[in-house]
Every structure is written in structure tokens, then in C-alpha cells.
């Protein structure tokens, strides 16, 4: 594709993206094994499920923000769009490390997750403007392959960052990133060019929604998404409390926690390569198939337990179905833009709405469900599972052909310089 960014070679872009995704990411894996801390500062129960709100509220957040940056980012750029997310996200991070209630941590992840959302975004949106096709699936295999190095090691960093005494550290850390993120946002420069930007009102914006939302392929992907990742979430939210209440391994978290990303981080590089023989949409399919099944498998072997298999199983299942549904992800988000090439900012933002949003609903039923056993997450792995594999089969009946909302609406030429 022949973009302002021809000159920026694919490893430099690689790791840009990486790193605003790995912002995304830190502001979740660091605040994990604070947990207990955080417990403790606001008097909460041990055993209570409260404190996975600190999970639930970031992705409400990102659920909120996306929408309102995708339009933004297809009308101004994506620049001036990730310094003013970035700014939402230093506020966000400064505000938890000082709230005086636990109320007050809540409202400050929101806005944090509000300011995670550019990011979140705008690494989909500029990948899609630089690349397309099983390329551009290639590359976000390959940024969410140096992405998840991060998962393994935030925890780690968390636990480093409590040994100061303070579980603020923990928030002020994500500051000093957002910092860095826009020095280099600054360096990286623009992707899209003028003449690809859409209007901002209403109707130019709800007309881009609406094609998002009526285009089979993209809709289906997304749908789909949305049950993959909400199973993943339900890992995120509860990973810390099975292992420290249901199995009582306080100490062997950060570890684990890292040892899976590890694996995840793995297995997406090796699908980088994979994609390119078989195809997006047939690695899709694979992947999700994987996550139904071994989430049956666990289902199963709960049944068998009561409720509580050996952890070292538990800890092998979960790894996999993780890595099935990242591996979804990263495929998934591909085949559901590729037919939005101008509309690349919106489609993204809808995705991230719709998946993180979705997810995280779905994945607070279970959450509250978990508490002495692990059959609730295995019994909405499956549910989750069946009902996604609906949504792919449909999906896979539409078209990636580009679609251009724009195409026969007269005067934008004239008031954006749009040239279809």
C-alpha cells in the first residue's frame, strides 16, 4: 500500500504498535498482584470478588472511549487523537495512585481505561492504514507476539514494585510510559493522509457506523470476537483470586501469570508465520474450534473434581484456551477490517466497543459466579465457545471486498478533499 509511511520500515512499526498496545496492557497485568494490598487499603473482604472491579471498571472505560475516538481519529488523524487518549490515560493512572476510597480507584480506572482506548484503537486503525490482507494479519501477529512479552513480565514488575512498600508505585510506573508513549508518538508522525479523511457530524458518522455494523464479514468477526474475548476476560478477572483463595498459591501468581503470556506470546509468533500458508480466516476457524474444545475439556475434568482440579491442569487448560482466543484476536481483527479501509478508525473503535465492552459484561456474570471452584468459568468457556463459533460460521459467508461509505456522497470531495 502506498501511504505517508512508506519510509518506516516494518520492525520499527512493529514495535510502535507493540508498545502502544503493551500501554493497554500494563495499566491490567502490573495492578494484579496488588490485589491483596488494595484489599487491605480499603478494608475489603478476602474472599470478596470486589476487587476484580478494578478489571471490570478499565474495560468499561475502554469500552466507553473507543467510539468516540475511532470518528475523531478518521476526521483529525491519528496524532493529536493518541496525545489527547495519553493525556486521559497519565489522569487516570495519577488519580488511582491517590484516591482516598476505594469508590475513588474505581472512577480513576475508568478514566484510565477511557484514556487506554486510544491506544487500544489506534494500533488496529494505523496498522490497517499502513497494511492490508494476511499482511496485515502477519503484522499484528507480530506486534501482539512482542505485545504479550508484556503480560510476562508486568506481573513480575507489580511484584517489584510493591517490594517499595507502596501499591501506588504500581500506577505511577504506567505514568512515566504514557510519557514515553508520546515522545514517540511524536517521532513516529502520521498515517493517514489528508485526502482519506472523512467528515465529523453526525451523519457522515452514524452513515460509518452503520456500514461497519451492516457489513456481514465485519459484523460477524467482531460478534464473534466478542464471546472469544470474554472468555479470555474472565482469565483476567479471576486468575488472581483462583490462584490465591481457590488454590491458596499466593506467591506462585505473578509466575504463573507470566509463565501463560510466555506461552501465548509463543504460540502467536509461530502464527505470524502460520498465516501466511493457510490464511487469516482458516487460522480463525482453527483457533476458535481449539478454545471450544478445551474449555470442554475443563468442564469436564471440573465435573470429575468437584469443582477444583490439580492446579498444574488447571494452569495447562487455561494456558491453552488463552492462547486459542488471542490467536482469534489477532486473526479476527484483520478479517473484520480489512473490508474498512477508510473507514479503518471507526471499524476499530466499534470493534474495541464491541469485544472489550461485550467481553467485559459477559465476563463479570461469570466472575461474580467464581468462588470456591472453577466449574463457573469452565461452564461459560463452553456457553461462550458455541455461541462464537455461530457468529465465525456467519461471518465466513461474507465478503472482504473494501467497502467506501463516502463513495456517492456528493460535496465531500469539496469539503474534505476526499478523492474516490
Known amino acids: 500500500m502506498t501511504t505517508l509511511t512508506d519510509h518506516r520500515d516494518e520492525r520499527g512499526v512493529i514495535a510502535y504498535l507493540a508498545f502502544l498496545s ?174 482519506n479523511r472523512r467528515p465529523l457530524d453526525f451523519r457522515s458518522t452514524a452513515r460509518g457506523y452503520r456500514t461497519v455494523f451492516s457489513n456481514r464479514s465485519t459484523a460477524g468477526y467482531i460478534l464473534a470476537m466478542v464471546f472469544s474475548d470474554g472468555a479470555f476476560y474472565v482469565f483476567l478477572g479471576s486468575s488472581q483470586p483462583i490462584v490465591d483463595v481457590i488454590y491458596g498459591h499466593k506467591n506462585w501468581f505473578a509466575l504463573t501469570f507470566a509463565a501463560i503470556s510466555a506461552v501465548n506470546g509463543t504460540f502467536i509468533w509461530l502464527s505470524s508465520r502460520l498465516v501466511a500458508r493457510v490464511g487469516a480466516a482458516k487460522l480463525v476457524r482453527r483457533a476458535y474450534l481449539g478454545l471450544t474444545a478445551t474449555f470442554a475439556v475443563l468442564l469436564v475434568t471440573t465435573l470429575a473434581t468437584n469443582g477444583v482440579p490439580p492446579f498444574f491442569v488447571w494452569v495447562a487448560l487455561i494456558t491453552a484456551t488463552s492462547t486459542f482466543s488471542t490467536m482469534v484476536t489477532t486473526s479476527g481483527v484483520s478479517l473484520a477490517l480489512q473490508p474498512m479501509s477508510r473507514l479503518a478508525g471507526t471499524a476499530a473503535a466499534a470493534r474495541g466497543l464491541a469485544t472489550q465492552g461485550g467481553g467485559a459484561l459477559l465476563a463479570a456474570l461469570v466472575d461474580r459466579q467464581i468462588t470456591n471452584t472453577v466449574t463457573p468459568m469452565a461452564v461459560g468457556g463452553v456457553i461462550f465457545g458455541v455461541i462464537g463459533l455461530g457468529f465465525l460460521w456467519w461471518a465466513e459467508g461474507g465478503s472482504l471486498e473494501t467497502v467506501d461509505p463516502d463513495a456517492a456522497n456528493p460535496g465531500l470531495a469539496a469539503r474534505t478533499g476526499y478523492q474516490p
Open 22 to 195: 503493551f500501554l493497554l496492557a500494563f495499566g491490567i497485568d502490573t495492578v494484579l498482584p496488588a490485589f491483596d494490598e488494595i484489599r487491605s487499603e480499603f478494608s475489603l473482604s478476602s474472599g470478596s470478588g470486589q476487587v476484580s472491579l478494578l478489571v471490570t471498571f478499565y474495560f468499561f472505560g475502554l469500552a466507553v472511549g473507543q467510539p468516540l475516538y475511532g470518528p475523531v481519529a478518521d476526521r483529525f488523524g491519528r496524532k493529536p487523537v493518541l496525545y489527547a487518549s495519553l493525556g486521559l490515560y497519565t489522569l487516570g493512572a495519577l488519580g488511582a495512585s491517590v484516591a482516598p476510597s476505594f469508590s475513588w480507584v474505581l472512577v480513576a480506572r475508568l478514566v484510565w481505561g477511557i484514556g487506554a482506548a486510544g491506544p487500544s484503537v489506534l494500533s488496529h486503525a494505523i496498522a490497517r492504514d499502513l497494511y492490508d490482507g494476511d499482511q496485515m494479519a502477519r503484522v499484528l501477529a507480530l506486534v501482539m507476539a512482542a505485545f504479550l512479552i508484556g503480560p510476562t513480565i508486568s506481573p513480575l514488575i507489580g511484584e517489584g514494585l510493591l517490594l517499595s512498600g507502596h501499591w501506588q508505585a504500581v500506577f505511577v510506573a504506567a505514568v512515566l510510559l504514557a510519557l514515553i508513549a508520546v515522545g514517540w508518538v511524536r517521532h513516529f508522525g502520521e498515517t493517514l493522509p489528508a485526502e
